[in-house]
């Protein structure tokens, strides 16, 4: 088999990768009636190798790479990943080279919000690689721009550098260093968010109804009739029994009607960065510290949290990103203030209910936000 024919067998094996691991995460988009946070990434990336420096180059044709890796988002566009890779390196002479290596490391993502067109991608891994019988420390920086083509999926072109440590006693000291060109796609996994025990519209009327029963009517008394036959008259006597009065059922009494809840805004509200939902209350400790105070002074006050998003990004990605600060915020609230969980609401608008219409930064600003109110148990 040739370089080329080499070249083309893999390239055609990892685009089957590609997509059937496309075809299986299909099913798990969210239906736009679910809330749905996406927390754990699922990225693939693979495309060309090239090594850049002496005496390897002179024996390594360039070749292919695959990756594949596994995040956690823990604070806003800063994810945790581990990672496998393969890498492929035809020889001029001899046997090809081949390393795996397994790594761990930092991802920030800044393409939430952006739209279509997503934004920039850099993310620094380190690990051991393997390669024949040895193993080496294995450096591995990249960068790119990701295209969001749902709330779920993203992916564009990635840039690669990797250095495969050599140690001082090694009869061949150099470190490798390679370049790895590619396309890498993003898969996120869906989380359901259990947001809005709280009707959207703030009808707590229909939550609250009370139900009046009403008192059935009065059965009426029947009269009944019997027939007597006198003996030896042919005449025929028919006597009438006394009506029996039935005692009418004693009306029941409506249930009294308990008025509806009735909710106090507060003046609180925080305010998220683009794309942002990790709240730690630093920023706002003061403020929220009051709305604590009147939550243990007052135990018949149930917390109300809604989240909000601009207009920037899709419907769908607003609703989930307003969902998450909300309960980033809820999750705070009861664990600083020591509130049970059960006196806490959360419910989420997305970018339905907007607190600035002008347009522009300091607008969608003002929109990114969540606000509190006490509402009567």
């Not at 039935?246 to 909710?263: D, F, L, Q, V």
């Not at 609180?268 to 009051?290: C, K, M, P, Y």
């Not at 959360?346 to 600035?356: Q, V």
Request: proline fraction near 7%; aromatic fraction near 6%; glycine fraction near 10%.
């Amino acid at each position: 088999m040739t370089i080329h024919q080499r070249w083309r067998h893999h390239l055609a094996s990892w685009g089957k990768v590609v997509v059937a691991s496309t075809l299986l995460l299909v099913p798990l988009e969210a239906r736009a009636d679910e809330v749905e946070m996406h927390p754990l990434r699922l990225h693939g990336e693979g495309g060309l190798g090239f090594m850049l420096n002496e005496p390897y180059r002179s024996r390594f044709e360039n070749g292919v790479d695959a990756i594949a890796r596994f995040g956690v988002e823990i604070a806003g566009p800063l994810s945790v990943q581990a990672s496998v890779a393969n890498l492929w390196l035809p020889a001029q002479q001899g046997e090809r080279g081949r390393m795996y290596t397994l790594e761990g490391g930092l991802r920030a993502s800044f393409s939430k919000g952006g739209g279509f067109l997503g934004g920039p991608v850099i993310d620094i891994n380190a690990g051991v690689g393997f390669t024949g019988g040895l193993r080496r420390l294995v450096v591995d920086p990249g960068v790119g721009w990701e295209l969001v083509f749902a709330d779920w999926v993203s992916g564009g072109p990635m840039l690669r550098y990797m250095q495969v440590v050599q140690p001082s006693s090694d009869p061949q000291p150099n470190d490798g260093r390679l370049f790895l060109a590619g396309i890498g796609l993003t898969f996120g996994i869906p989380v359901r968010a259990t947001v809005g025990t709280v009707d959207q519209e703030g009808d707590s009327q229909d939550r609250l109804a009370s139900t009046r029963r009403v008192p059935e009517a009065a059965e009426q008394p029947e009269t009944s009739k019997a027939v007597a036959t006198s003996a030896g008259s042919s005449d025929e006597a028919v006597t009438t029994e006394p009506k029996v009065a039935e005692a009418s059922p004693a009306p029941i009494a409506p249930e009294p009607t308990r008025p509806a809840p009735s909710a106090i805004s507060l003046k609180e509200r925080i305010h998220f960065a683009h794309g942002q939902a990790v709240f730690r209350g630093s920023e706002n400790a003061t403020a929220l510290q009051d709305v604590c105070r009147q939550m243990k002074e007052e135990p018949h006050l149930v917390l109300r949290i809604a989240g909000h998003a601009d207009e920037t990004g899709s419907a769908g990605f607003n609703q989930s990103l307003s969902a998450q600060r909300a309960a980033s915020v809820a999750r705070w609230m009861t664990e600083s203030c020591e509130i049970p969980a059960s006196r806490v609401e959360i419910t989420a608008f997305g970018d339905s209910r907007p607190a600035c219409t002008e347009g522009g930064p300091s607008c969608n600003a003002k929109n990114r936000r969540v606000e509190f109110e006490l509402v009567e148990r």
